[in-house]
């Protein structure tokens, strides 16, 4: 696989912090597509059982990009502590890969401007 891949989960309060996440993500080059899906979220958060509705962000980049995700998804989430998490990816169509990198950190930077 030519360009490292990776695809990064994070969650948001609702669909406006999402796409407010998602469009700044996008527009600073940091991925180059994002799946946004609402779900119903479980867990324990501070000894107590939590429900509610979320969004999830399926963030596709480069593992390059990774860093610069991470600190932009903490700089700019409501959560004190959001679900950040980093999953590879070992395979998939060679376009398809080549398209996220050619989409995201300086090349896309530089197709941005074209």
Do not use: F
């Not at 990774?66 to 376009?95: C, F, M, W």
Request: charged share 25%; with cysteine.
């Amino acid at each position: 696989m030519k360009n490292a891949c990776c695809i990064v989960i994070t969650t948001a309060p609702d669909s406006e912090t999402a796409e407010r996440l998602a469009g700044g993500i996008l527009e600073d080059r940091l991925a180059a597509c994002i799946h946004l899906h609402d779900i119903r979220s479980r867990y324990v958060w501070e000894g107590k059982l939590n429900r509610d509705e979320e969004v999830v962000l399926w963030i596709k980049t480069e593992e390059s990009q990774y860093g610069k995700l991470e600190a932009y998804i903490l700089e700019h989430h409501p959560y004190d502590l959001p679900e950040i998490l980093k999953v590879p990816v070992t395979g998939g169509l060679a376009g398809y890969l080549d398209w996220i990198g050619r989409t995201t950190g300086e090349s896309g930077a530089q197709e941005k401007t074209l």
